[in-house]
């Protein structure tokens, strides 16, 4: 059984990582903002970015909010990860079957 502070430390490896991958997804966002306002983009196109941020940002979420022993594992992986230069494309597992890929418009 894990102690308070090893728990902490994994809270707070878990809260770093979704703070900077959801900081990825931010830019995705933004760069379509910016396109819009070059009138490089029109506001479906931006709409369907923001869909997929949106469904991105909540699989990390899910990823990311768990709770005692789990979070230990999650701090784990993720540093397996780190370890292993892996990592979790989440701007693509938010991309949508159904309308379509808005990774090709915010390349």
């Known amino acids: 059984m894990s102690t308070k502070a090893e728990r902490r430390a994994a ?12 900081g990825v997804l931010v830019e995705h966002v933004g760069r379509a903002v910016d396109r819009f306002r070059a009138g490089e983009q029109d506001s479906f196109e931006v709409d369907a970015v923001i869909h997929q941020f949106h469904r991105a940002a909540r699989q990390l979420w899910s990823f990311c909010a768990r709770s005692g ?13 780190a370890d292993d230069g892996d ?7 938010g991309a949508s079957a159904r309308f379509g890929n808005a990774e090709d418009r915010d390349a």
Not at 11 to 22: I, K, T
Not at 70 to 75: G, H, I, K, N
Not at 87 to 93: E, G, K, L, P, T
């Open 11 to 22: 809270r707070g490896v878990v809260a770093a990582y979704h703070e900077a991958q959801l």
């Open 69 to 81: 022993t789990q979070v230990e594992s999650t701090a784990h992986l993720i540093q397996r990860m």
């Open 87 to 93: 990592a979790i494309d989440w701007w693509q597992r």
